[in-house]
């Protein structure tokens, strides 16, 4: 009985190391489930400058999040972008999903549009790197 | 009108004005006017410079990303429902999104009159520009609600408020050729 123990755990630790969970999996780019990368849903860059690689859910358009990604592919921020004329409409944004990473800081930056988003809105981006690392995102 | 739709860094553009012809030689470029499509680093605001250009009928008119993604999208019923602000004979342009520094799209403008345009992501925040062709005449010179009400104009788009305040006075424009918006 003990050995059965023995296996079952075994092979139960071995599956949790091969499959990896949900959090872990969105650290690094890709992120995998529905998640796709944005430059293949709209007219973006694949790299963003200021922001990294996005990718998005497209069912959670267009408050996201989106997941951001530096040049080596390590997950920088949560992106959500809020359209101004939903703000000023007083729409409720609920239930919005996070990364499990611990925010380093938040800003929250006016954008004219861009292709996805094509109005004024704002991101609020949820960092999970410091200042000075996200300020490398520049180009 | 004639249009080209060009994906070439600046370097390349000097030989994209030139046009091979079928003996081999080159035929010198006619005359071209640059607008750039710019924006500040984080992409809260946006522009064309020059936002107000007069320009002779027969001229080229180039686009050119700068930063961020835009596009040079006439005022006109085929481009999404917008309403009519370039000349009835004039053929309407969509360079479609202009995505990486240095891409370029231009249109070669050669019925006279006023030619409004749009940045398609960016006209809600403002990005337009006017050309004035030869002389002020035509849709774009009239106000922008003068179709309100007539015929065949159904499910045509008004110009957001953020834009109207934006266009460039034609009267500004013939008088000064070259309008620069002031953050340009």
Redesign the interface.
Same mark, same amino acid.
């Given at each position: 009985m003990k050995r059965l123990a023995l296996i079952a755990l075994t092979v139960g630790t071995g599956l949790m190391l091969a499959q990896p969970t949900p959090a872990a999996a969105q650290s690094s780019a890709p992120p995998g489930g529905a998640y796709k990368i944005v430059s293949s849903l709209v007219a973006l860059p694949d790299f963003v400058p200021g922001l990294g690689t996005l990718y998005v859910d497209p069912a959670t358009l267009p408050a996201g999040p989106f997941l951001a990604y530096d040049h080596q592919g390590k997950l920088v921020s949560s992106i959500y972008m809020i359209p101004l004329k939903d703000m000023n409409a007083h729409k409720a944004f609920s239930d919005l999903k996070v990364a499990h990473e611990r925010v380093d800081h938040v800003d929250m930056l006016y954008n004219a549009g861009h292709p996805g988003v094509a109005e004024p809105h704002y991101h609020m981006i949820l960092w999970y790197v410091s200042p000075q690392r996200a300020s490398q995102l520049a180009k | 009108m004639q249009s080209r739709r060009h994906f070439l860094k600046a370097g390349g553009m000097v030989l994209a004005g030139f046009e091979l012809l079928p003996n081999g030689l080159f035929r010198l470029p006619s005359a071209v006017e640059v607008i750039e499509m710019r924006?500040d680093? &984080? &992409? $809260? #605001?946006?522009w064309f410079d020059p936002i107000g250009l007069y320009v002779e009928p027969g001229t080229t008119v180039r686009w050119i990303a700068r930063e961020?993604?835009h596009t040079a999208t006439a005022y006109h019923p085929r481009n999404n429902h917008h309403s009519l602000r370039i000349p009835e004979r004039a053929v309407p342009w969509d360079s &479609?999104?202009l995505? #990486?520094p240095g891409d370029h799209f231009e249109v070669t403008l050669t019925v006279p009159g006023v030619y409004d345009y749009f940045c @398609?992501? #960016?006209? @809600? $925040?403002g990005?337009i520009g006017r050309i004035v062709v030869g002389r002020s005449e035509g849709p774009g010179a009239q106000p922008f609600d003068y179709w309100v009400g007539r015929a065949g104009t159904d499910g045509w788009l008004q110009v957001p408020d $953020?834009a109207r305040k934006n266009f460039p006075n034609i009267a500004r424009i013939l008088a000064e050729r070259r309008v620069h918006p002031p953050r340009g």
């Amino acid at each position: 009985m003990k050995r059965l123990a023995l296996i079952a755990l075994t092979v139960g630790t071995g599956l949790m190391l091969a499959q990896p969970t949900p959090a872990a999996a969105q650290s690094s780019a890709p992120p995998g489930g529905a998640y796709k990368i944005v430059s293949s849903l709209v007219a973006l860059p694949d790299f963003v400058p200021g922001l990294g690689t996005l990718y998005v859910d497209p069912a959670t358009l267009p408050a996201g999040p989106f997941l951001a990604y530096d040049h080596q592919g390590k997950l920088v921020s949560s992106i959500y972008m809020i359209p101004l004329k939903d703000m000023n409409a007083h729409k409720a944004f609920s239930d919005l999903k996070v990364a499990h990473e611990r925010v380093d800081h938040v800003d929250m930056l006016y954008n004219a549009g861009h292709p996805g988003v094509a109005e004024p809105h704002y991101h609020m981006i949820l960092w999970y790197v410091s200042p000075q690392r996200a300020s490398q995102l520049a180009k | 009108m004639q249009s080209r739709r060009h994906f070439l860094k600046a370097g390349g553009m000097v030989l994209a004005g030139f046009e091979l012809l079928p003996n081999g030689l080159f035929r010198l470029p006619s005359a071209v006017e640059v607008i750039e499509m710019r924006s500040d680093s &984080g &992409g $809260a #605001h946006v522009w064309f410079d020059p936002i107000g250009l007069y320009v002779e009928p027969g001229t080229t008119v180039r686009w050119i990303a700068r930063e961020n993604v835009h596009t040079a999208t006439a005022y006109h019923p085929r481009n999404n429902h917008h309403s009519l602000r370039i000349p009835e004979r004039a053929v309407p342009w969509d360079s &479609g999104f202009l995505v #990486h520094p240095g891409d370029h799209f231009e249109v070669t403008l050669t019925v006279p009159g006023v030619y409004d345009y749009f940045c @398609a992501p #960016h006209e @809600a $925040a403002g990005m337009i520009g006017r050309i004035v062709v030869g002389r002020s005449e035509g849709p774009g010179a009239q106000p922008f609600d003068y179709w309100v009400g007539r015929a065949g104009t159904d499910g045509w788009l008004q110009v957001p408020d $953020a834009a109207r305040k934006n266009f460039p006075n034609i009267a500004r424009i013939l008088a000064e050729r070259r309008v620069h918006p002031p953050r340009g």
